[in-house]
Structure formats: structure tokens, C-alpha cells
């Protein structure tokens, strides 16, 4: 009877807190990968909370959670690319028709460059710029998430939104063509 005790205060407490994790994990994930995988993701982050309910922090549940819905999406990210390099010895075997791409994802001009600055930082700046901006995390709870100290956080949450500032900064002026003065004679005698 012990025994059912237990698993009635486990799934009480799980259904408790799913209801929480459930949205932001889904926006979490959403902006890493296609919506598909995302779901999927979500699937795998929530089967481990439940297999690990007992170690989930009961005051930093969510980005307890996050950390592990990041290393459930690299496990998903890795067997695409395992299934990927698959697909491409298939096809120097087999090679498929020609195909027509699909249509644009449609963002406009500023989400083209902030997702071309982010794709410049490393994969640690750029995840910490995220979970920061995205995810509205604090440095502590970022530290929880990639299982740094909270100081650490906070200097290179610091370093990657400089970097990033002067990326999109550059990238503006690239676009612009200069501030439009240079070749400018007004008020002057030839």
C-alpha cells in the first residue's frame, strides 16, 4: 500500500507542476527548432521530469526544466544529423529528383539580421542571449539552465550582448550605404 501512496503524490505533484513547465517549454523550444521537433522535445523534457519528479527543484522548477529541455533538443539535433548524413549517402547512391525549395519563412528585415548576428556569436553566447531575452531568465536562473555559477552568467551574458550590439550596429551600416555625408559638397565651393 506504501507503494501507492507514493505514485498517488507523485502524479498529484507532477500534475501540478506540467500545467507551469508546459507553455514556456514550448516557447523555449519553438525558438530553437521547427514546430515539430518542438512538440516532440516537449514530449522527451516532460518524460523526464516525470522519471526524474523527485531531483526537480520545487522553487526553480522551470529552469531546472529548461536545462533539461536544452540537452533533450541537442539529442533530437544530433539524430537529425545522424539522419541527415544518412540521407546524403543515400542520395551520391540514389540521388532524388530535382526539387523545388519551399516557400520563404517570410521574417521581415530585422529578424533576418538579428538571427544573422545571433548565428555569429558562439553557441554559448547566443544561447545565453536567449534564455535571457526570450526566456526573460535572470542570471541565476540562467546558471541553473547551463549548470554555471551565476557570476559567470552575468560576464558573459555581459560580453554577448556587447558583441551582439556591434554586430547588428555593423550590419546596419552594411545596409544603410554609409550615414549619407561623405559625398555630400552643400555649402561648399568646388
Same mark, same amino acid.
Do not use: Y
Given at each position: ?10 502524479? *498529484?505533484? !507532477?500534475? &501540478? ?10 516557447? !523555449? ?10 512538440? $516532440?522535445?516537449?514530449? $522527451? ?10 531531483? +526537480?527543484?520545487? $522553487?526553480?522548477?522551470?529552469?531546472w526544466a529548461y536545462g ?17 548524413? =544518412? &540521407?546524403? /549517402?543515400?542520395? *551520391? ?6 526539387? +523545388?525549395?519551399?516557400? $520563404? ?8 539580421? =538579428? ?15 536567449? =534564455? ?11 546558471? *541553473? ?7 559567470? +552568467? ?5 560580453? &554577448?550582448?556587447? /558583441?551582439?550590439?556591434?554586430? =547588428?550596429? /555593423?550590419?546596419?551600416? /552594411? ?16
Open positions: 500500500m506504501p507503494d501507492d501512496v507514493s505514485a498517488a503524490e507523485r502524479r *498529484t505533484r !507532477f500534475e &501540478a507542476l506540467a500545467p507551469e513547465l508546459i507553455e514556456p517549454l514550448r516557447r !523555449f523550444l519553438v525558438r530553437r527548432t521547427d514546430p515539430a521537433t518542438a512538440d $516532440d522535445v516537449l514530449a $522527451d523534457t516532460l518524460l523526464v521530469c516525470w522519471r526524474r519528479l523527485d531531483d +526537480v527543484p520545487v $522553487d526553480a522548477a522551470l529552469p533539461v529541455a536544452r540537452n533533450c533538443l541537442a539529442n533530437a539535433q544530433r539524430g537529425s544529423r545522424r539522419q541527415d548524413r =544518412l &540521407a546524403a /549517402k543515400v542520395a *551520391t547512391v540514389d540521388p532524388p529528383a530535382v526539387t +523545388v525549395p519551399g516557400p $520563404d519563412a517570410g521574417g521581415g528585415r530585422h529578424e533576418e539580421r =538579428l538571427e544573422e548576428a545571433l548565428a555569429q556569436l558562439t553557441a554559448t553566447e547566443a544561447e545565453l542571449v536567449r =534564455l535571457w531575452a526570450w526566456e526573460q531568465l535572470t542570471p541565476a536562473e540562467i546558471a *541553473t539552465v547551463l549548470g554555471l555559477t551565476p557570476n559567470a +552568467v552575468s560576464i558573459r551574458l555581459h560580453r &554577448a550582448r556587447e /558583441k551582439l550590439k556591434e554586430l =547588428l550596429r /555593423k550590419d546596419g551600416r /552594411k545596409d544603410d550605404g554609409g550615414s549619407g555625408h561623405e559625398e555630400s559638397r552643400e555649402g561648399r565651393a568646388p
